[in-house]
């Protein structure tokens, strides 16, 4: 029996590959409060497990920074802002319905 001939998928070598993208992303909190300490735990948490060496995650606190919150255009803590790659996309919450965000992410 003859070995099956290689398909365009597996004769393709890494360099052919398209590049993986990269994300920007801010996540707006104010202070310690709950939510906030659990935005932060998840959004880093998916962060590594999904979008390992490929993200670069800004945490601004408003209530350290009140002027960032007009400046990025936000409404409610916590917020987490995805920049790049566009679309950009904003997701409100405690951050724990990960699938959503992963969907959103790439949408």
């Known amino acids: ?30 202070g310690t409060t709950a939510s906030s300490s659990r935005a932060i735990v998840n959004v880093r948490s998916l962060c590594e497990q999904h979008l390992s060496g490929r993200y670069q995650l800004r945490i601004v ?22 920049d790049l790659p566009p679309p950009a996309r904003r997701f409100i919450g405690d951050m724990s319905n990960g699938q959503r965000i992963l969907d959103g992410l790439d949408g």
Do not use: C, F, G, N
Request: charged share 15%; proline share 13%; net charge neutral.
């Open 1 to 30: 029996m003859e070995p099956a001939a290689p398909t365009a998928r597996s004769a393709a070598t890494p360099a052919a590959m398209p590049p993986r993208e990269r994300y920007v992303l801010s996540l707006y909190v104010v």
């Open 61 to 82: 606190d408003l209530s350290l920074d009140p002027a960032a919150a007009s400046a990025a255009q936000i409404i409610a803590a916590p917020t987490l802002v995805k």
